[in-house]
């Protein structure tokens, strides 16, 4: 690229791509620095096993903004997601099983088998929910205001509260309960079955090193319904080629805009002077310089490692202190000779398509938590799978499979000098001997595996202990709060400093959402309204 570089993005994730696509097509010149040898942080897609690609870390799809996919024209790209028939299989135990999804009435026949009460008010909780997620929906393309804006942020937390003041008195006081109640408090309020209470508390501990018991909790359910796949709301589905083909279309769309993208470039250092930044230096010793450098990459790394203390002042290294990470998550990429087969619905069908999750109840998902903070790791872990290669059969050499597990609850920092290299494969046989539990054999279908532990997610992706959101999604860390007050709106504490990774609003998942609003950021901060006002 010749000539002065505008933007300057470390990481080049998916919502580092996003960013880069919206400055460049309003004329800046924008450079990625990627330290993987491949584009597209946690949503790629690679070969684990000759023969079998899978998507290594991001393995599912829903909370992509529309407005984004649109703007970068992917679906004309090449952008194809297939739908879940079913949303969620869920094994239980001695022949009795729940398949959720579907259709309203579906699902309802299904729960009506644990409970006809919970069948009949299934309608209005999935009415609540999708009032809570109209209100995410409107926030996460906007820009949450800044405790330091002035009269500017108080105006847009007015405007963007205006949605929660519109509804009716019983449906602001769900939207309270759900984002302060834990997730078995508001589930209990709704239903009686403990399966059904499973299915939709699931959600609520993805990628979350918590028990349904805690308060909050239930937040990261709802978070995890605000999404759509080919506008159906709340849907999930598989990307055709994987998660990494996203990145890859929206690497594409960078490259015909100009954006420079420059892969095994980490950056070792964003330089200070006189409070503020233009330059970083990487790995190599190279520096490279913009008018605004913008990190894609969590908060942790980005303040603990790539700044030096003595540029952030103590109140702000305090706030950093207490910035919660580490989601207990445990990723597995398996290749298969074959297809698992589930003792409780046994054979191929739509359950195979669909997220098959391994934890029948919340007691077993608040056991499993209560373990890992105990001793480490929970010895019966919560297991989700899912089999992408039965609707993409490019992932799989013919008559073969790969299923992605994505487990919970592993401390994200063992204790007593412990390290996840010690401990990694008895987390693996623990992880193994769940799955067994519903489909025996199953051991005996692996061919190969790669294992991942949060030490192993921080180490390949740079997900600070693990965490696939960046940060907790919790009340203390959300909207106007994330990643802390006073440093929300998608800048930094530096001048010429900006954020656009999951740390930022409006969280973790595969949204393009940070990206979206950190580019809105940085063009209003060129405006002059945005000189006057900002």
């Not at 300057?8 to 040898?37: F, S, T």
């Not at 879940?84 to 299989?89: G, I, Q, V």
């Not at 990723?331 to 195979?352: Q, V």
Request: one cysteine or more.
């Amino acid at each position: 690229m010749s000539g002065k570089i505008d933007a300057l993005i470390i990481g080049g994730g998916h919502n580092g791509l996003v960013c880069a696509y919206y400055l460049a097509r309003a004329g800046m010149k924008v450079r990625i620095l990627e330290a993987r040898n491949i584009i597209g942080g946690a949503a790629v897609t690679e070969e684990f096993h000759p023969g079998f690609r899978n998507s290594t870390a991001s393995y599912t799809v829903s909370l992509l903004q529309p407005k984004i996919i649109a703007d970068m024209d992917l679906e004309a790209r090449g952008y194809k997601v297939i739908e879940r028939p079913k949303s969620n299989f869920l094994p239980l135990g001695d022949g009795q099983f729940l398949l959720v999804g579907g259709g309203l009435e579906a699902t309802q026949q299904e729960i009506g088998k644990f409970s006809a009460k919970d069948a009949e008010r299934l309608p209005a909780y999935y009415e609540m929910l999708e009032t809570a997620a109209v209100i995410l929906r409107d926030l996460a393309l906007k820009i949450p205001p800044n405790s330091s804006g002035g009269a500017a942020s108080l105006l847009a937390a007015i405007q963007q509260g205006r949605s929660f003041v519109k509804l009716s008195p019983l449906q602001q006081h769900h939207i309270v309960k759900l984002f302060t109640l834990s997730a078995r408090e508001l589930l209990d309020q709704w239903f009686e079955s403990d399966p059904i209470k499973a299915a939709f508390g699931f959600d609520a501990i993805v990628g979350n090193y918590a028990s349904p018991d805690t308060p909050g909790s239930a937040y990261v359910l709802l978070h995890h319904v605000f999404g759509e796949v080919n506008g159906k709301s709340g849907q999930w589905g598989h990307v055709v080629g994987g998660m990494g083909r996203i990145t890859e279309l929206m690497a594409e769309a960078c490259s015909e805009l100009g954006v420079e993208i420059s892969l095994s470039t980490a950056v070792e250092e964003v330089l200070v002077e006189d409070d503020r930044t233009d330059t970083v230096r990487t790995s190599t010793g190279e520096t490279v310089s913009a008018e605004h450098i913008i990190a894609n990459v969590g908060p942790k790394l980005l303040y603990d490692r790539l700044i030096k203390p003595a540029h952030l002042p103590p109140d702000f290294r305090q706030m950093m202190d207490g910035y919660q990470c580490g989601s207990g998550s445990f990723r597995m990429n398996l290749a298969l000779d074959g297809l698992p087969d589930f003792t409780d619905l046994s054979g191929e069908g739509d359950h195979l398509k669909s997220g098959i999750i391994m934890a029948p109840s919340l007691d077993y998902m608040d056991r499993a938590y209560l373990d890992a903070r105990a001793d480490g790791w929970s010895r019966k872990p919560v297991v989700e799978m899912l089999i992408p290669s039965l609707v993409d059969d490019s992932l799989a050499p013919s008559g073969k499979h790969v299923a992605s597990l994505f487990c919970q609850q592993f401390a994200p920092i063992l204790s007593n000098g412990r390290s996840w290299d010690d401990e990694r494969d008895a987390a693996v046989n623990a992880i193994l001997d769940v799955v067994e539990t519903h489909a025996p054999g199953f051991r005996q279908l692996i061919l190969g595996q790669m294992a991942l532990a949060p030490l192993d997610l921080e180490r390949k992706f740079g997900l600070i202990s693990g965490d696939i959101f960046h940060g907790r999604m919790s009340l203390d860390q959300l909207w106007a709060a994330r990643p802390v007050i006073g440093s929300a709106s998608h800048r930094g504490l530096i001048k010429g400093l900006y954020m656009c990774g999951s740390g930022t609003h409006p969280g973790g998942g595969v949204t393009g959402a940070p990206g979206h609003n950190a580019a809105n950021a940085i063009l209003r901060d060129r405006s002059l309204l945005g000189r006057i006002f900002g």
